[in-house]
């Protein structure tokens, strides 16, 4: 018997008006109660429908549990979960299985599924909206501005779905091997897997027609979660870095960071919560739209839910411990040099709790034999913490951890903030690492001080390197500036390099039962299998 997500079926149309005063997303309904012929009657809907596949982006998906909830949950789960330089030592032995990715063959589990699911769902509703717009009464700049979104939208889901279930470019004999299935309208019959390349050719072709579109309406996008011309180049910036195609990745990124200067110092240090100029595109969240303990940020805020119960997420010291002080986002960690009367090499002021060491506790949480050093490295953290947090209290908890860092931050409780999915720092890395593979040294050092340097990032900053060294300090400037953004998983598969882990013990910062290292060809080359549901469903699929 054939299953099926009913991809095709969850359409959503608004009832409310763009631009409402609480700028929050609009009320959608389903289109299995809300016809085609009423949902793109007029461009108003069909507006109405694109802010209806925006708010997907950020809304529990009630058939999963476990918070997923579109792209917060691809961050953490997909992108930082399995990758080399974030650990979150509570829930790393029950997690380990996705942590140490283990879980890629398993085409029953719903880890597996979710990201398929969730990107055929914007998929099947940009295909709807591409299919109709053009009856939609209303003005012809308009239909060309809200096709342009769902192409961009296609082309962003297209993007992420090779990256899980596609071997990496150079495994995939320039293109040859199987790439996703790609549904360009709405039927639902069976269809069989697309090469990679023809995957890439799509997207290419989503974005030039989205590019042609954007620039011929002259119309311009009302919020920060909404595609745009600027985001359709970042996709495509994107998806050529993954591509391996260093021309167009070098020529897209300064064109999608062009009218998105970086941030400054102070917003920098704000909690990455709330949008900026720097951000290109992400999704609301507010506490009158709170998906509670589901929400991306109860992970991941220093002030959110889990922090404050002592679920702190810490970063790889190793990585850390490679930038000088001088760097803003090195002190957005609670690294060695900003306390050296302490020790952090072993455990001496320092106590387990469930089996993983590098905590700093009080006497509440460690019990009467905490050390007196112990206990007042925990006050020097708390201080410092406080002191640098935009958001306060941070981690109002017993103990802190070494290596905790106070980057992301949320807005309410539990965990409610903005979520950024581009902003122009990945375009100038994306920009400086293409530059290097097209032999434009002299461009990729540029985009390096534009982005550590004149951003005041880091003043001292001088980008001299060449050869390898360069593209080494490419990788580790975009595993700092990114971190805990979702791509350190994406970015080992490409770069094809074994992700290495290292215990506290042995100078991490990762808990035992994740402290491993695993090889690019391992996992199936770290490729996602394709899900026994839409093999099921989708019986071409042998």
Same mark, same amino acid.
């Given at each position: 018997m054939k299953t099926t997500f009913k991809y095709m079926a969850v359409l959503l149309a608004g009832s409310l008006a763009l631009g409402s005063c609480s700028k929050d997303y609009l009320d959608t309904v389903p289109t299995d109660s809300t016809s085609p012929t009423t949902a793109f009657a007029t461009t108003e809907n069909a507006a109405q429908a694109i802010n209806g596949i925006?708010?997907?982006?950020?809304t529990q998906h009630q058939y999963y549990q476990q918070g997923f909830n579109g792209e917060g949950t691809i961050k953490l789960i997909y992108g930082e979960y399995p990758g080399n330089d974030f650990c979150f030592p509570q829930y790393a032995p029950g997690w380990s299985p996705i942590m140490n990715q283990t879980y890629m063959q398993r085409t029953t589990s719903m880890y597996l599924h979710y990201p398929w699911y969730y990107y055929y769902i914007l998929v099947s509703n940009a295909n709807s909206v591409i299919t109709h717009i053009h009856e939609a009464a209303g003005e012809e700049a308009d239909r060309e501005f809200i096709k342009a979104q769902a192409l961009t939208f296609r082309a962003y889901a297209y993007t992420?779905?090779?990256q899980l279930y596609a071997h990496r470019w150079c495994d995939s004999d320039n293109g040859a091997s199987d790439g996703v299935v790609l549904r360009l309208d709405e039927s639902t019959g069976g269809l069989e897997l697309s090469s990679l390349a023809k995957c890439y050719e799509r997207i290419y072709e989503d974005l030039d027609e989205a590019i042609e579109l954007y620039t011929s309406s002259g119309r311009s996008r009302s919020n920060f979660w909404e595609p745009d011309l600027s985001v359709a180049y970042a996709v495509y910036a994107r998806a050529a870095l993954n591509r391996e195609d260093w021309p167009t990745a070098q020529a897209m990124a300064p064109k999608a960071y062009a009218? $998105?200067?970086?941030?400054s110092v102070a917003e920098y240090r704000s909690g990455f919560c709330e949008p900026n100029d720097e951000w290109i595109w992400g999704t609301y969240g507010s506490a009158n739209e709170n998906i509670w303990y589901y929400a991306h940020g109860v992970t991941m805020g220093y002030n959110g839910y889990n922090a404050g119960k002592g679920y702190g997420i810490i970063a790889n010291r190793e990585l850390i411990d490679l930038f000088p002080a001088t760097d803003?986002?090195?002190?957005?960690?609670?690294?060695?040099?900003?306390?050296?009367?302490?020790?952090?090499?072993?455990n001496s002021e320092t106590g387990p709790v469930e089996g993983f060491y590098g905590i700093v506790t009080d006497e509440s949480a460690y019990g009467p034999d905490a050390s007196e050093s112990g206990k007042a490295l925990r006050k020097a953290m708390s201080e410092y913490a406080n002191s640098v947090?935009?958001?306060?209290?941070?981690?109002?908890?017993?103990y802190y951890y070494i290596?905790? $860092?106070?980057?992301f931050a949320v807005t309410a409780q539990p965990g409610v903030s903005n979520i950024n999915h581009f902003r122009s720092s990945e375009m100038y890395l994306t920009e400086a690492e293409a530059a290097y593979h097209n032999n434009d040294i002299p461009a990729a050092q540029a985009a390096m001080n534009a982005?550590?340097?004149?951003?005041?990032?880091d003043p001292s900053y001088s980008c001299t390197a060449t050869g390898e060294a360069l593209l080494t300090e490419i990788r580790n400037y975009r595993r700092l500036e990114l971190w805990g953004e979702g791509f350190s998983w994406f970015d080992y598969k490409r770069w094809n390099l074994p992700i290495e882990r290292k215990s506290f013990e042995k100078g991490g910062t990762f808990q035992s039962s994740i402290a491993v290292t695993?090889?690019?060809?391992?996992?199936?080359?770290?490729t996602w299998d394709i899900p026994l549901r839409e093999v099921g469903y989708n019986d071409v699929i042998k």
């Open positions: 925006c708010e997907m982006m950020t992420m779905l090779v009218a $998105h200067p970086l941030m803003i986002r090195k002190n957005l960690f609670l690294h060695q040099e900003l306390f050296p009367e302490f020790n952090f090499t072993d947090a935009a958001y306060k209290p941070a981690y109002d908890a017993a290596y905790g $860092h106070l980057k982005l550590n340097r004149d951003s005041q990032r695993i090889q690019p060809g391992d996992a199936n080359q770290w």
